[in-house]
């Protein structure tokens, strides 16, 4: 149990970027698209830390261009969602029990990531999986989260 003082910054939601051509932010989008597009994950259950294959599996097309192919994902069945939910009763007290600090550093943390080094990545799949304007998938994948 932490009793320190700590204090987080006054939630704001991230500036849109521009993508004005030849900006720092355009060139990275750029980059990563073509990245994004040929990675084509192959999307396993997860429950628990551990992945489940199997059972019935979807292709995950681009809305604008129904053959290109961008994830495959394995559906999960009932006795998935059942361990889901006891993974997660299991996991509630630790969770519960940590700080408010430690847990809003994890959230921090992730914000962090997604406003930097993720950023363009996040866009690019919003993008291609959503058929997103670079514009829209800065709101909605980066800001807003």
Request: charged fraction near 25%; proline fraction near 7%.
């Amino acid at each position: 149990m932490s009793n320190g003082a700590f204090h987080f910054p006054e939630p704001v939601n991230e500036p849109v970027l521009s993508y004005a051509p030849c900006s720092r932010e355009r060139r990275e989008l750029e980059a990563a698209l073509p990245r994004v597009a040929k990675e084509q994950p192959e999307i396993p259950v997860r429950v628990g830390g551990a992945e489940h294959r199997g059972g019935a599996v979807s292709t995950v097309t681009m809305p604008h261009a129904h053959r290109e192919v961008i994830a495959k994902v394995h559906h999960a069945t009932g006795k998935h969602v059942e361990a889901a939910i006891d993974q997660a009763l299991r996991a509630a007290p630790a969770w519960r029990a940590m700080s408010f600090a430690d847990r809003a550093g994890i959230f921090m943390k992730a914000a962090d990531l997604l406003a930097g080094p993720w950023r363009a990545r996040v866009n690019a799949a919003c993008m291609l999986g959503q058929s997103k304007t670079c514009y829209q998938s800065e709101i909605d994948a980066a800001c807003e989260l």
